[in-house]
């Protein structure tokens, strides 16, 4: 999508994704001035981990002492880092490294107009990057509104919720003044607003997996609410407790919580317990400091076995780039395969390394092709997407398909589309090879 506004074509015109533009506007910005270079993405992605981390440890610091604070921003660190989400920035890094920031400035005492207008140009750019932290921004607004009127007890109490609305409005006019100039407005509508809300409505995950994500959560609150540790008076408190809370209720409202949507929580969440800590525990730390440091050295063992990886794969294969992602495009290309009408059902970062066009506009992110519920937003000429996987078998005509080693090549709910799709591989396709943990498949010459 980053490559595609790179090229000429605006978000949701040639290709389409479910997010907000300026995820896309920052990928482009790496791509257009760096080109295409892993190198420079995962550098920025410390650059924004590194953001998010450091403000944190500000956030921290506001109620507890400096080394409760660097523990807490060694811990964001590396829960950030989890989850699978090392190998890239996923779009809740570059949102928390607007949305952290802005939660600290709201703690801070010092008042002024500047000060509410960044803020709300931070949460702006947030939301523009993850729409689902629109119910952080609406509670941290009302937060405002409440804190401003305890603070000023006149009129002047509804300037700084204003001057916070107003900069988070900058931004999103911004997002929205390209389409409006295009005369595509309700492309930027249907596919910015209510494609994610019809999405959220469609797809949910059982209440139970819901509950064993975020019942950590909820039962930390509560425990400290019952112990008294939680003072709603101190209005750092408030705001932090405010963004967990705006989180929770997206996930809930949401319908689903993936490993890498915590990333969202984990700031304000390391920050609370950093002022718990501090409350309850603080003259009886230093004994547990041996255990910390055991503790933060052991957590990151997802990172070190990446970190193996990639010097196996440098002494293996002469390159410290590894994953499917990578290694099938340069299959193709060392093999001299056409790449016009390759179907990536996965690793479809392959599109982008081999300068080639998903087969259909749904099929930019393949998950997508499925995902009827969001058709309308780009005007899908297919009204299924059981309609929209069979144009691309049998109407596009795949030369090759791509998929990954004993897995399914979708959701296991979706029992229909597995069925078909493997039948298909069957009739119309051979397996050519396997690339690490991918299957290539081409298309037979039928008579």
């Not at 949460?123 to 009302?142: E, H, Q, R």
């Not at 319908?255 to 609370?272: D, E, K, M, S």
């Not at 519920?373 to 596009?396: C, D």
Request: hydrophobic share 50%; aromatic share 16%; net charge positive.
């Amino acid at each position: 999508m980053g490559q595609s506004w790179v090229d000429g074509y605006l978000p949701f015109t040639e290709l389409w994704d479910i997010k907000p533009p300026l995820i896309f506007f920052f990928f482009g910005s790496i791509i257009y001035f760096f080109g295409k270079s892993f190198i420079a993405i995962r550098l920025i992605g410390v650059l924004l981990v590194t953001t998010s981390s450091f403000f944190t440890y500000k956030l921290a610091k506001e109620e507890a002492s400096k080394s409760i604070a660097l523990i807490t921003a060694v811990l964001c660190i590396i829960l950030q880092s989890l989850f699978g989400s090392l190998q890239g920035i996923m779009s809740e890094h570059i949102a928390m490294a607007f949305m952290t920031p802005a939660i600290w400035l709201m703690v801070t005492t010092k008042n002024s107009i500047y000060k509410w207008i960044g803020i709300g140009i931070l949460v702006g750019c947030a939301l523009m990057i993850k729409l689902n932290l629109a119910y952080v921004a609406l509670i941290l607004g009302l937060i405002i509104i409440w804190t401003s009127y305890k603070n000023e007890k006149s009129i002047l109490s509804i300037l700084n919720p204003i001057l916070y609305g107003l900069g988070a409005l900058v931004i999103i006019v911004i997002c929205f003044l390209p389409y409006y100039k295009d005369d595509l407005s309700m492309l930027w509508w249907k596919s910015v607003v209510e494609a994610p809300l019809a999405y959220a409505g469609a797809r949910n995950d059982s209440f139970i997996k819901l509950l064993a994500y975020l019942s950590p959560f909820i039962l930390l609150i509560w425990y400290s609410w019952k112990r008294g540790l939680l003072n709603f008076k101190n209005h750092n408190t408030l705001f932090i407790i405010g963004s967990i809370f705006g989180t929770l209720l997206a996930f809930i409202k949401g319908g689903r919580v993936n490993g890498h949507y915590l990333i969202l929580i984990y700031p304000t969440i390391l920050a609370f317990i950093a002022i718990l800590i501090k409350k309850k525990y603080s003259l009886r730390l230093k004994k547990f400091i041996p255990f910390i440091s055991l503790f933060l050295f052991l957590i990151p063992v997802e990172s070190y076995l990446e970190y193996y990886n990639i010097i196996k794969h440098k002494i293996e294969r002469g390159s410290v780039f590894n994953g499917e992602g990578i290694t099938v495009p340069k299959y193709f290309k060392d093999y001299g395969i056409n790449s016009s009408n390759i179907y990536f059902a996965e690793y479809h970062i392959g599109y982008w390394l081999m300068n080639a066009k998903p087969v259909t506009k749904s099929a930019t992110q393949p998950s997508n092709i499925l995902k009827d519920e969001m058709f309308f937003a780009y005007e899908n000429p297919r009204a299924t997407g059981e309609k929209e996987l069979q144009f691309i078998i049998e109407q596009k005509s795949p030369s090759h398909i791509v998929t990954r080693k004993n897995r399914r090549v979708f959701d296991k709910k979706e029992y229909k589309a597995n069925f078909y799709i493997n039948l298909q591989l069957l009739k119309l396709y051979k397996p050519l090879d396997t690339v690490d943990n991918a299957i290539i498949y081409e298309r037979l010459k039928l008579k």
